[in-house]
């Protein structure tokens, strides 16, 4: 079955440092990949996607890339800031399967400090 | 602009009772998505429907059940309660089948006790 993969958090940044978080996956037909993000006490919000392979998905600073050759979607972002302390989910929709459904990853908690 | 609305936001209720949770997708969004978040784990997908039907059905326990109203709002029904129902719901709505853009409500905290 379909699945995602991404590092295990806790991460811990100073502000205006470099943050990268790895997710890997493993899909039936051709996936799109997504970034979602769920802030304390919210619910979860579309950060970017990529529906192809090597489509850029880019939002607020973040940005991933779609590449199927290693079926990964990391999610970087230059200079992180306070206000990006949040829980980042990979998912994914296997469209080929006919089935519309998301599968998340585990989530990866980033905290930034001053 | 108008978002997924759902409710309520708290529930409380004992083992062995049932609720119903309620969720109004955006104006013109006619695919509804259900998910269950447990403490600390990612979202499950439990159910979803499309102009009135259930299109895909997930890890949706038995004693649960949903349906999509002709306004599009869905409801989904829990019955006999148990301590690991407790989580976070999701309802997350789109237009049409595309899967690019789900818009995920706020969620209802459910705590059963």
């Known amino acids: 079955g379909d699945s995602v993969t991404q590092m295990e958090g806790p991460v811990t940044l100073s502000e205006e440092a470099f943050l990268t978080i790895n997710c890997t996956y493993t899909?039936?037909?051709?996936?799109?990949l997504f970034w979602y993000v769920q802030y304390p006490g919210e619910g979860l919000q579309l950060l970017l996607k990529?529906?192809?392979?090597?489509d850029k998905g880019s939002n607020k600073g973040f940005e991933a890339t779609y590449r199927k050759e290693t079926t990964s979607f990391h999610l970087e972002k230059g200079s992180v800031q306070v206000s990006d302390s949040a829980v980042y989910f990979c998912a994914l929709i296997s469209t080929g399967a006919g089935s519309y459904q998301l599968t998340f990853g585990k989530g990866t908690k980033l905290s930034v400090i001053p | 602009a108008a978002g997924v609305i759902q409710s309520p936001r708290h529930l409380i209720k004992e083992k062995r009772e049932t609720a119903t949770l309620k969720c109004y997708p955006i104006?013109?969004?006619?695919?509804v998505y259900w998910y269950q978040q447990g403490p600390g784990q990612d979202p499950q997908f439990l159910i979803s429907f499309y102009e009135k039907m259930q299109s895909d059905k997930g890890s949706i326990p038995d004693r649960f059940s949903a349906q999509q109203f002709s306004d599009y709002h869905s409801e989904l029904n829990m019955s006999s309660l148990e301590l690991g129902d407790s989580a976070l719901y999701f309802c997350?709505?789109?237009?049409?089948?595309?899967?690019?853009?789900?818009?995920f409500g706020p969620g209802t905290r459910l705590t059963v006790t």
């Open positions: 990529a529906t192809k392979a090597d």
């Open positions: 104006p013109r969004h006619d695919t």
């Open positions: 899909a039936t037909g051709y996936p799109s």
């Open positions: 997350a709505s789109s237009l049409g089948r595309t899967p690019y853009e789900q818009y």
